[in-house]
């Protein structure tokens, strides 16, 4: 009964590897987010997705290339991953657009090697 | 591009005092929320204000806004042990929240 799931939880990968992250939420909420939290613990936000529609897409490299196949799912791929990758990623969901409370996964902790 | 930033970063405090938290932003906002992360978990919502209120209580959270100085603060009271976590705040404005870099509470039995 997990609101918002995400798999991994852990992910150790070599520099230069292709990886996913997958994310489900079941609170029928129309927006979902990829957030990434750095080792000083600060939060910024990546991609935001409205009904499988990408509307926000702050300045991260094209290596990352979120896939939403249907509004209750938002993936995160990443390809040729670097050390400076290592982060611990979020995904979380929200009701009717970006200016309600979020809904946060448990996270991703991406160690880069 | 706003940005909640909390003060203090760190906070020790005895179980059963009070813990306040400070944030402040640097534009205009729609609402204001304070969410806590802990430790290997990820963030939870506790408390939203919008810019047309002043001061909002939940249970033994009282959050007030200062639109005119473009801040706001979080007043946990009675703490306990399981409120030890970082407590971030969070503006909304520009189509998105943009996050402080939050606090550390650490409430010790």
């Known amino acids: 009964d997990t609101a918002v799931s995400q798999t991994p939880k852990y992910l150790v990968t070599q520099m230069g590897n292709d990886k996913s992250i997958k994310c489900e939420q079941n609170?029928?909420?129309?927006?979902m987010y990829w957030y990434k939290q750095d080792s000083k613990k600060f939060l910024k936000i990546m991609f935001s997705?409205?009904?499988?529609?990408?509307?926000i897409n702050e300045t991260v490299p094209n290596r990352f290339s979120p896939k939403s196949p249907d509004k209750a799912h938002l993936n995160l791929h990443i390809n040729s991953l670097e050390l400076g990758d290592s982060a611990v990623y979020f995904c979380?969901?929200?009701?009717?657009?970006?200016?309600?409370?979020?809904?946060f996964g448990p996270g991703t902790r991406l160690t880069v090697t | 591009s706003q940005q909640g930033e909390e003060d203090p970063q760190a906070l020790s405090i005895q179980e059963g005092e009070n813990a306040t938290m400070n944030c402040s932003y640097k534009t205009s906002i729609n609402n204001l929320q304070w969410y806590r992360q802990n430790s290997g978990r990820g963030l939870v919502h506790l408390i939203l204000?919008?810019?047309?209120?002043r001061e909002k209580h939940s249970g033994r959270l009282r959050v007030t806004l200062d639109t005119s100085k473009k801040s706001s603060s979080l007043l946990i009271t009675a703490s306990r042990a399981a409120d030890t976590a970082s407590y971030f705040c969070?503006?909304?404005?520009?189509?998105?929240?943009?996050f402080g870099k939050g606090n550390q509470v650490v409430v010790i039995p």
């Open positions: 609170l029928g909420h129309d927006t």
């Open positions: 969070a503006t909304r404005g520009n189509n998105r929240l943009a």
């Open positions: 997705y409205n009904n499988k529609e990408l509307i």
């Open positions: 979380a969901s929200s009701p009717l657009g970006t200016q309600n409370e979020q809904y």
């Open positions: 204000i919008r810019s047309n209120e």
